[in-house]
């Protein structure tokens, strides 16, 4: 939560949806340089970008970074209708246009990334690039099979790489989150990446390590003071931010993306950063046939772990300065 971890600089905006969104905002300090937006994921806030939001003002950089509908101080509607990526994708340019940016490098994680391939959709003349951590670009209006993405995977690597959105779908994630909060840190947090391997990929296994109220060494790249704020924010808030997730799975984006026939193609400059347990997933060709036209980087972290900006901090925020500066930060 913004207001938690950075109540310095934590703005309060009330929305035309009437949404309040909270987030962090610092101008830039050198007139030649943008602002950076930062697009979270699950199970996160506007705190997951702390070492960036340490980075990038110290060399000239603004940055706003929101926490995203369903978490934090921001909004929490329980219906899943309102978090249709076209609203979101609104309301961000709303935000936007309150702090009068025009332009910015718009950088994503996880989730946060279905967020942004949209914002390159329906608002293109507002990126100057584009940044997707661990989880690429996604064209508009392409059919989401939950089934068939398991049966897939269980085919090629023996067991369900994504056994773990059934779960978050169902009625009662929410609540088991909350009773079992600090079983589930360890879990998407582990010191050991493989852990995933076993006890979220496959169908059932998080369930089973919930309600067994299991626990994993934590992760060496975040402190105890770290997760306590972590916790301190998602505690009691986790159902709310699932709805992205039954937006995804029930496909609720798709008749907005094909009413409006939005282009498939992003345009403007575009980096793709991958852990190295990702190696070998994109062909040399990824650029091309995920969507991408402008100048494009596609590079592995030294990381096992899905959590690059907090894994890998210092590669990740030294590959994106060098690109933004590289592909122009005039705002």
């Not at 006890?199 to 934590?218: N, V």
Request: glycine letters at 6%; proline letters at 6%; a negative charge.
């Amino acid at each position: 939560m913004a207001l938690i971890a950075f109540p310095e600089h934590t703005k309060t905006l009330i929305l035309s949806t009437s949404h309040t969104y909270n987030y962090v905002h610092i101008p830039p300090t050198n007139p030649t340089k943008a602002t950076i937006l930062f697009l979270h994921g699950f199970p996160s806030s506007s705190y997951d970008w702390r070492h960036q939001i340490s980075f990038f003002p110290l060399h000239g950089y603004g940055i706003l970074v929101p926490d995203l509908l369903g978490y934090g101080g921001t909004s929490k509607p329980t219906s899943a209708e309102e978090y249709k990526a076209k609203n979101m994708a609104a309301e961000i340019i709303e935000i936007l246009d309150h702090e009068r940016l025009i332009k910015i490098h718009a950088v994503s994680h996880d989730t946060g990334t279905i967020l942004l391939s949209r914002l390159a959709n329906y608002f293109p003349e507002r990126l100057l690039s584009c940044t997707f951590l661990e989880v690429p670009y996604s064209k508009p209006g392409e059919h989401f099979d939950l089934d068939a993405v398991n049966a897939m995977t269980k085919k090629v690597h023996g067991k369900e790489r994504f056994g773990y959105l059934k779960f978050f779908v169902s009625d009662c994630a929410g609540d088991i989150l909350d009773q079992y909060s600090e079983s589930f840190f360890t879990l998407f947090y582990p010191r050991d990446a493989s852990l995933w391997n076993d006890h979220l990929g496959p169908e059932g296994a998080m369930d089973s390590w919930l309600l067994d109220d299991r626990r994993a060494p934590m992760a060496s790249y975040i402190t105890d003071e770290e997760r306590v704020v972590h916790q301190r924010i998602m505690q009691g808030h986790h159902g709310p931010p699932l709805n992205w997730y039954r937006v995804l799975v029930n496909n609720l984006n798709n008749e907005d993306e094909i009413e409006t026939k939005l282009c498939p193609w992003i345009s403007c400059p575009t980096v793709m950063l991958f852990s190295s347990q990702m190696t070998g997933v994109f062909p040399d060709d990824a650029a091309e046939s995920m969507g991408i036209l402008g100048p494009s980087l596609f590079k592995c972290v030294s990381t096992p772990g899905h959590w690059l900006q907090l894994e890998a901090r210092d590669e990740v925020n030294a590959i994106l300065k060098e690109f933004f500066e590289k592909y122009g930060d005039e705002a």
